[in-house]
């Protein structure tokens, strides 16, 4: 059994729709971020940087294995079930760069654009239009690699799992995918998978 410290964001959900592709049983364990439950002891013991999400596996080898950081958590359960992460070194790495491309980029100019242009409480225009644009300069490179590939690596992987989360609030982020017909493709075609569905809609009743 697998427990996932989860709320439904953008990196909650990269989790909750790995382990349906992956078909494993995990438990649901709230971390109610707008309580600041992430800031508990007991959660800063299972994660030092107060972020949401995090496993614990229970059935690893050598004892239950608590991880945190969704990108090392993708891998992780890519490894341990043989799924959406290949094993061949060119492979690997094919899909890893776009992992670490999502979680060192498009996450958190994402996240900053959500803040500005949503959240804070004045509204700052240098902020916004530095933000907006750096979201819009990254779902251009989405764009032109999914002009080459049907998805990130090639096949469907936990590169597409990790950046599609936070595609879904390009609203938010003050995009339009008609920009990018390329990413709205690749959007469509990603949500309409089963797995991808039940995932994203944990937590969501």
Request: proline fraction near 5%; charge should be negative; glycine fraction near 10%.
């Amino acid at each position: 059994m697998i427990d996932v410290y989860f709320w439904p964001t953008g990196n909650g959900k990269k989790i909750t729709i790995m382990l349906e592709e992956c078909g494993a049983q995990y438990k649901v364990i709230p971390v109610n971020i707008n309580q600041g439950d992430q800031h508990s002891p007991a959660y800063l013991a299972l994660n030092p940087n107060g972020k949401m999400p995090a496993i614990v596996d229970h059935d690893a080898p050598g004892g239950a294995l608590g991880i945190f950081e969704s990108g090392a958590i993708l891998e992780y359960l890519g490894g341990k079930f043989g799924k959406l992460l290949p094993v061949d070194l060119h492979g690997r790495y094919r899909v890893l760069q776009w992992v670490y491309w999502q979680v060192a980029g498009l996450g958190p100019m994402a996240g900053q654009a959500h803040h500005f242009l949503r959240y804070a409480p004045q509204k700052i225009e240098y902020a916004m239009h530095r933000f907006r644009t750096e979201v819009a300069r990254l779902y251009k490179v989405l764009d032109e690699q999914l002009a080459r590939e049907d998805y990130l690596a090639g096949d469907y992987s936990i590169a597409d799992i990790a950046a599609w989360p936070w595609v879904v609030r390009h609203d938010w982020q003050g995009q339009d995918l008609d920009d990018f017909p390329n990413v709205r493709r690749w959007f469509d075609a990603v949500g309409a998978r089963a797995a991808v569905q039940r995932g994203a809609a944990v937590g969501q009743d």
